[in-house]
């Protein structure tokens, strides 16, 4: 009966002791290698805990700010059918539905393709329009149409203030093809951050 009781108790400190007990990966001690860190996981997982990992309300007004920017000279190269789309906006963000939708769109076609089987890692941005991505948005020029001045220095602002607590952070992965650029801000919330845009990096 002792040697029963003595070797059921060491079964017992064995199951606690053994694989049934994994230890916690470190968290990442960045921000951005966190970023990282939790894209790979995410795009392993589903389009579902891809897409939690953005705030589309300031996806939405990031974009529609770049847009303007874009006219204003980031792209120096536009044609004439594009400028004319660009001038149509009036500072009104995309609505966080629209850039859900957007955004899920870029899950096979974008993010599978970079993460594929994993190994990711930070680097910086290989183009320069995404390096871009992480500096503030200089004031608006002299020459700016007044009517819109208003809505475009609201969204200067706003989008300003995400990127003080944030940046942009290119990711690669031994596992996947290509790059992309991931734009953050910090957040009190449990991941720390939401990512408020995401472009392509290429190769």
Known sequence: MRRSLAAAALVLVAGACGPTAPSRAPRPATLPEQVVHDFEAAVLTSKDAFTELFDFAEVGAFEILLRRYDLLGRIDDLTDAEIANLEKDDGTPYPPERERRNVGNFYKRLAQRTVGTGGCRVEAPHWEYNRLLGLPFEELPADFPEELRP?????????????????????????????????????????????????????
């Open 151 to 203: 809505a475009y220095e609201t969204l200067r602002q706003r989008i300003n203030a995400q990127l003080a607590k944030g940046g942009v952070v290119g990711i690669r992965c031994t596992g996947g093809e290509q790059g992309l650029a991931l734009v953050y801000s910090a957040r009190a919330n449990a991941r720390g951050y939401d990512i408020i845009t995401i472009y392509d990096d290429g190769p």
